[in-house]
Each structure stands twice: as C-alpha cells, then as structure tokens.
C-alpha cells in the first residue's frame, strides 16, 4: 500500500485546514488508517486514528479532542483529517499511516510504533 497526504499549509490562528490521504492498492477495507504529526526535535505522535468497518471505532488523543475529526472514504480510498481551531502549537509535518494488525480503540491504537505503512507528510504552519 502506498500513501499520498496533501492539503497542508499555512493558516492564521484560530483557522482551519483539511488534510486528505490518498490509499493506493488493494484491500483499502482491511486497513486501519491513522494521522500522526511531529514537530521538530520531538518524537512523532498520534493525532486520531480510525478502525476498519461499517461503522469504524475513532481513537481520539489529547491533540485532537475537541477540535480535530478523521473520516475514511470508501469509494475515494481516502482519509481526512479536518482541523479546527488551529493553534501554533498545532504546528508540524502531518503523516497519514496505515497498517492491517494494529487494533483501533476509543483510547487506543494510535501509538507511531505499532504502524507498519507511511505517507510522505505534508506541512501545516500555523500564524499567529
């Protein structure tokens, strides 16, 4: 599988960008797809996650809540990442990864170390 993030740039404050990742290959169904950022001089770190299913499990970290929502399209083989209420700490290179083994709960799955597929990043700078 191969990955390709876009719609990263720069936004004001309080501002808004949507994030998408395009899944190449086949069996899009059997992946859990995930967005992860990294700021530089830190480790990567895991942004929201989404399971695989009719009606897939989110798993929500301390970054997202509140402000962040993923979405997976079927027919597109994408996954979005919408980011609302940006800030400057929101600054950094936004990865979208996939992976078939790693297990998505509501509080879980979304750690950098259990995902074996990764796109190449796209930079989101926030002003102020």
Same mark, same amino acid.
Do not use: H
């Given at each position: ?25 086949? /069996?899009?169904?059997? @992946?859990?797809?995930?967005?992860? %950022?990294? *700021?530089?001089?830190?480790? &990567?770190? #895991? ?42 700490? /929101?600054?950094?290179? @936004?990865?979208?990864?996939?992976? %078939?083994? *790693?297990?998505?709960?509501? &509080?879980? #799955? ?19």
């Amino acid at each position: 599988v191969q990955l390709q993030a876009s719609g990263g740039g720069l936004v004001q404050t309080g501002g808004s960008l949507k994030l998408s990742c395009k899944v190449s290959g086949p /069996d899009f169904d059997t @992946y859990a797809l995930g967005w992860f %950022r990294r *700021v530089p001089g830190k480790r &990567r770190e #895991g942004v929201l996650c989404i399971g695989r299913g009719e009606k897939p499990i989110t798993s929500v970290t301390d970054v997202a809540k509140g402000r962040f929502t993923i979405s997976r399209d079927k027919a597109e083989k994408t996954v979005s990442l919408q980011l609302n209420s940006l800030n400057a700490f /929101d600054t950094a290179m @936004y990865y979208c990864a996939a992976d %078939r083994g *790693v297990s998505i709960t509501p &509080r879980g #799955g979304c750690r950098e170390e259990w995902w074996a597929y990764w796109g190449q990043g796209t930079l989101v700078t926030v002003s102020s």
